[in-house]
């Protein structure tokens, strides 16, 4: 069974700092991964998905993540954190192999201090 | 082009009421979800449908009936709602089930208290 793992249910950074925010998965077959983010009162988006094309992926707002396997990693970064990050994360795992169901982490609450 | 939207936004009910959540989407996707949100639990998939005709239960079935009215409407009913059920309920569309183009879009939830 597939599982993913959100280390800090809480994180918080000073504006302009790096912003880490951890998400491991544990899956039998090669996985498709994604990062989703939810703001206030509203339903989820998403930020970017590993999709097996390239290891360092991008997304929007800045956002990047890296698929490492050895580690069974895939932690989402941006380089210097801005009001508006203040949110929600999510990270998701879908295992290959035609399985259907999307498993969700328990989500990071990211806040940045001014 | 509204995407997913969900009906109602916000709703009260007694234990033991009946009440229908309706998901409606336009951008002509094969798979719908129901999911619901509790703090610290993050998103549990309750049904989901991975193409019109089909239905399956996710994670947290138990107390929930589901219905795929058409390709773009997918209804979730608690036929006797419990107060375990007080919940932020979201539907999500995806063009298919499964595999790496599954980027799910998702309404704007519905905030449910039952008393």
């Known amino acids: 069974a597939q599982s993913v793992t959100q280390l800090g249910s809480h994180v918080s950074v000073s504006e302009g700092a790096l912003v880490l925010l951890r998400c491991n998965y544990s899956s039998s077959v090669p996985p498709y991964l994604f990062w989703y983010v939810q703001y206030p009162n509203q339903g989820l988006q998403l930020l970017l998905k590993y999709t097996s094309a390239a290891t360092l992926v991008k997304g929007i707002n800045g956002f990047e993540a890296e698929f490492k396997k050895s580690e069974t990693s895939f932690h989402l970064t941006k380089p210097s954190a801005h009001m508006s990050d203040a949110a929600e994360y999510f990270c998701?795992?879908?295992?290959?192999?035609?399985?259907?169901?999307?498993?969700f982490g328990t989500g990071t609450k990211l806040q940045v201090i001014p | 082009n509204a995407g997913v939207t969900q009906t109602p936004k916000f709703q009260v009910l007694k234990t033991g009421q009946s009440m229908t959540l309706q998901c409606a989407q336009d951008?002509?996707?094969?798979?719908m979800y129901w999911y619901r949100q509790d703090p610290g639990m993050g998103l549990r998939l309750i049904y989901y449908s991975a193409s019109e005709g089909t239905t399956d239960k996710g994670e947290v079935p138990n107390g929930y009936n589901v219905s795929r009215l058409n390709k773009r409407e997918f209804s979730l009913r608690l036929e006797s709602a419990a107060p375990s059920q007080t919940s932020v309920y979201f539907c999500?569309?995806?063009?298919?089930?499964?595999?790496?183009?599954?980027?799910?879009?998702f309404g704007p939830g519905t905030r449910l208290t039952v008393l």
């Open positions: 999500a569309s995806s063009a298919r089930a499964g595999g790496g183009n599954n980027e799910q879009f």
């Open positions: 998701a795992v879908i295992p290959g192999g035609g399985y259907q169901k999307v498993t």
């Open positions: 951008m002509n996707h094969n798979s």
